[in-house]
């Protein structure tokens, strides 16, 4: 082969890749998950009042009842943009001063090319179509996510609360598959934004699970998007 042609290849290989580079700053990582205690509402305690015979009393009942379709999750995110190879030595990276980018939950894998802006509707067969279904969650308007360095627009969200009651942390949802699941759920990374709690966290979601079952869910992690 002559040189120059042998060159001419060299440079092309180079371009392309550094087109792939820009294209995608970072890739999705399989995040290590590091789990903390799990909670659940306590039983309010039964108010009472007395009962006499001949009389007519109105009474006003308030209580929450807490649902058994939803999974929530919350906390850091910690990371850096990172050149490794295969066994993840480090040749370079780069910290992260600000956390950004994309938290991704499914119980599936997850075909990154194939993603699309999901159907609210599509998972109400998980949680079923009472009050707290996935048409009634995803109603906080929409979102346009960048996932794999494509935009995705019209991605039905919710908005779950900080300690006022405010919707602070946007979650979307998506499918693979052209439309016909798993599915995905995308929750934008903020850097120590106010909880549910009155702490800080850069990442709050919840996932749809059938009642008392169980159900299995992987977590990856997008930098820097």
């Not at 580079?21 to 890739?27: D, E, F, G, I």
């Not at 108010?47 to 015979?53: F, I, V």
């Not at 494509?150 to 979307?172: C, H, K, L, M, R």
């Not at 850069?202 to 159900?215: L, Y």
Request: overall charge negative; aromatic content about 10%; some cysteine.
């Amino acid at each position: 082969m002559r040189k120059d042609v042998k060159n001419f290849l060299v440079f092309g290989l180079i371009l392309v890749m550094t087109l792939l580079v820009l294209h995608q700053s970072t890739a999705q990582s399989g995040a290590t998950v590091t789990e903390g205690t799990p909670e659940t509402a306590v039983e309010g305690t039964a108010g009472n009042t007395t009962a006499e015979g001949g009389n007519i009393t109105e009474i006003n009942l308030s209580a929450d009842s807490q649902t058994i379709h939803w999974q929530g999750f919350w906390g850091q995110v910690t990371g850096a943009i990172a050149l490794e190879d295969a066994s993840g030595n480090t040749m370079y990276n780069w910290s992260m001063g600000t956390m950004s980018g994309n938290v991704y939950i499914s119980n599936e894998s997850i075909t990154w090319a194939d993603l699309e802006a999901g159907e609210a509707a599509d998972c109400n067969n998980i949680v079923g179509t009472s009050s707290d279904s996935c048409t009634n969650t995803f109603n906080d308007g929409s979102k346009t996510f960048t996932v794999a360095g494509t935009a995705i627009a019209s991605v039905p969200i919710v908005q779950t609360f900080n300690y006022t009651g405010s919707g602070t942390f946007d979650e979307g949802i998506l499918e693979d598959n052209g439309g016909t699941g798993p599915w995905v759920y995308v929750a934008t990374i903020y850097n120590n934004a106010n909880t549910f709690k009155d702490g800080s966290a850069d990442f709050q979601a919840i996932v749809p699970v059938n009642g008392s079952n169980t159900i299995t869910y992987y977590f990856w992690i997008e930098l820097g998007v």
